[in-house]
């Protein structure tokens, strides 16, 4: 049970660890075109240093994680990372956000090391497309996805962020492919972070559209999911296949939110909307106790925003996503 309850009554129990803010992929919507700002390999958290922070998040109730980034699977000691978390009493559930790129190469080992959902971005199953928004290659893609599969993750959600004249017409036949295999799919509006996703803008698709274009396509009914989130999830009738639907744009859902966001820097991240946070490593370098720490822990929760203002404010988040974890 977490102790960490904000102002609004908000209990946080879930922390989304960007474990770096690099990434083999450049979508146009996350990473602005020519950003090379990364954070440097020093400033970067140690493992032990976000083993330690984390166990400090479990014992004040913390008790899922999310390995998230910039791609998490370009840390090299991701594994390690995984296990050593993983292996905390309290830590009850992983799961990872990853593009997939090297996921052939590393799905058994994260599987073995704990992780056991999976999240994967895809927007579009055309490769000319795919170059276009992310600059990667599909096809290292799909074959991620199989060997998750494979390794039987479950469930695998794809994440498609549905742009005007990009996507925006594949959502349909991203239904079949996530019916044939089984996936969890997901629709996403673009949000305004960082100067890519204020960029984005005008290829804002919002999800009522998306559903209205699905309902001349599919019979849809409401369907439950267990740890749905700021999702709302519906089903085609008579199938498997579950839909999420993540509006922040077009609907609140701030006040469930019930995470925080901590960077591989090791700054904490109140609010994905909205700039407050707290700053961990200078206060792990200069030695600070367990007790001071959790201290400071609480002090940043009780500054939680109560919501994001991407709508009144949409200029106001200047970081790129792929350093807050999205
Ligand atoms: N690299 C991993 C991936 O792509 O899944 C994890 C990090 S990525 C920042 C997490 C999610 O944020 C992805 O699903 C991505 O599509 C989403 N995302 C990034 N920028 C966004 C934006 N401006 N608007 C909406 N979603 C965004
Ligand atoms: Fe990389 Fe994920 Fe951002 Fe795309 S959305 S650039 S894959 S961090």
């Given at each position: 049970?977490s102790?960490l309850i904000d102002?609004?009554?908000r209990k946080i129990e879930y922390l989304r660890l960007s474990?770096?803010?690099?990434?083999?992929?450049?979508?146009?919507?996350?990473?602005?075109?020519?950003?090379?700002?990364?954070?440097?390999?020093?400033?970067?958290?140690?493992?032990?240093?976000?083993?330690?922070l984390i166990?400090?998040f479990?014992?004040l109730g913390v008790?899922k994680v999310r390995?998230?980034?910039?791609?998490?699977?370009?840390?090299?000691?991701?594994?390690?990372?995984?296990?050593?978390?993983?292996?905390?009493?309290?830590?009850?559930?992983?799961?990872?956000?990853?593009?997939?790129?090297?996921?052939?190469?590393?799905?058994?080992?994260?599987?073995?090391?704990?992780?056991?959902?999976?999240?994967?971005?895809?927007?579009?199953?055309?490769?000319?497309?795919?170059?276009?928004?992310?600059?990667?290659?599909?096809?290292?893609?799909?074959?991620?996805?199989?060997?998750?599969?494979?390794?039987?993750?479950?469930?695998?959600?794809?994440?498609?962020?549905?742009?005007?004249?990009?996507?925006?017409?594949?959502?349909?036949?991203?239904?079949?492919?996530?019916?044939?295999?089984?996936?969890?799919?997901?629709?996403?509006?673009?949000?305004?972070?960082?100067?890519?996703?204020?960029?984005?803008?005008?290829?804002?698709?919002?999800?009522?559209?998306?559903?209205?274009?699905?309902?001349?396509?599919?019979?849809?009914?409401?369907?439950?999911?267990?740890?749905?989130?700021?999702?709302?999830?519906?089903?085609?009738?008579?199938?498997?296949?579950?839909?999420?639907?993540?509006?922040?744009?077009?609907?609140?859902?701030?006040?469930?939110c019930n995470r925080v966001r901590l960077s591989?820097?090791?700054t904490l991240y109140l609010c994905l909307?909205q700039?407050d946070k707290l700053?961990f490593?200078?206060?792990?370098?200069?030695?600070?106790?367990?007790?001071?720490?959790?201290?400071?822990i609480r002090?940043a929760i009780n500054r939680k925003p109560?919501?994001?203002?991407?709508?009144?404010?949409?200029?106001?988040?200047?970081?790129?996503?792929?350093?807050t974890g999205?």
């Amino acid at each position: 049970m977490s102790e960490l309850i904000d102002r609004f009554g908000r209990k946080i129990e879930y922390l989304r660890l960007s474990v770096t803010d690099r990434c083999d992929f450049r979508c146009f919507y996350c990473i602005p075109k020519g950003f090379n700002d990364f954070t440097d390999w020093d400033d970067q958290l140690t493992l032990d240093e976000y083993v330690r922070l984390i166990r400090i998040f479990s014992e004040l109730g913390v008790s899922k994680v999310r390995f998230t980034g910039g791609e998490p699977l370009v840390r090299r000691d991701i594994v390690e990372m995984v296990q050593q978390i993983g292996a905390l009493a309290g830590i009850e559930d992983l799961s990872m956000s990853t593009n997939a790129s090297q996921l052939a190469k590393h799905a058994k080992a994260i599987r073995e090391a704990g992780v056991s959902r999976l999240n994967v971005s895809l927007d579009t199953l055309k490769p000319d497309v795919f170059k276009q928004i992310t600059q990667g290659d599909l096809n290292k893609v799909i074959e991620g996805l199989m060997a998750a599969k494979a390794e039987g993750f479950h469930p695998i959600k794809i994440n498609m962020v549905v742009m005007r004249d990009l996507n925006f017409d594949e959502v349909g036949d991203m239904v079949n492919f996530c019916l044939e295999n089984r996936f969890t799919l997901r629709f996403i509006e673009t949000m305004p972070v960082g100067a890519a996703g204020q960029n984005a803008k005008d290829r804002y698709v919002s999800l009522a559209e998306v559903r209205e274009m699905l309902e001349q396509r599919f019979e849809l009914e409401p369907a439950k999911m267990k740890g749905a989130g700021p999702a709302k999830y519906l089903k085609v009738v008579g199938g498997r296949l579950k839909i999420g639907f993540i509006n922040p744009m077009s609907q609140h859902f701030c006040e469930d939110c019930n995470r925080v966001r901590l960077s591989s820097e090791g700054t904490l991240y109140l609010c994905l909307g909205q700039q407050d946070k707290l700053e961990f490593r200078p206060l792990l370098r200069q030695g600070l106790s367990d007790e001071q720490l959790k201290d400071a822990i609480r002090e940043a929760i009780n500054r939680k925003p109560e919501k994001h203002e991407f709508n009144d404010k949409p200029d106001q988040v200047v970081r790129v996503m792929s350093m807050t974890g999205g």
